[in-house]
């Protein structure tokens, strides 16, 4: 039988229940599974989630670096604006990778806790 994390049934039982969703929704999904983590598999769990919104965060970033430098290159005439806009955003993107990486360590740290 396939072991399930506490994540994999919450997320059915909002699936099969939608009036629990319905009851707060000031609270996201994400939110949720964060305050119900009490397992190792739970904080496990979360901690995947983390490193792969730092992925996509670093993703991001590339992706406007490599804009900043097709805008250097341009000839717009306000290139020099564009390329810094795309350098601050791709440096913003690099500072919250680090942070969901921070949370990920932490929920690793949680995991191995008793």
Do not use: N
């Amino acid at each position: 039988m396939m072991k399930r994390t506490g994540t994999d049934l919450l997320a059915g039982a909002l699936f099969l229940q939608p009036g629990l969703a319905a009851a707060d929704e000031s609270h996201s999904l994400e939110q949720l599974v964060i305050e119900m983590a009490k397992t190792p598999a739970d904080h496990s769990a979360l901690a995947k989630h983390y490193q792969a919104k730092a992925a996509d965060a670093r993703a991001e970033a590339a992706e406007h670096e490599a804009m900043a430098k097709s805008y250097a290159a341009g000839k717009l005439a306000d290139r020099v604006q564009m390329q810094d806009h795309c350098k601050k955003l791709s440096a913003q993107y690099t500072a919250l990778a680090t942070q969901y990486d921070d949370l990920a360590k932490l929920e690793e740290a949680a995991a191995k806790q008793p």
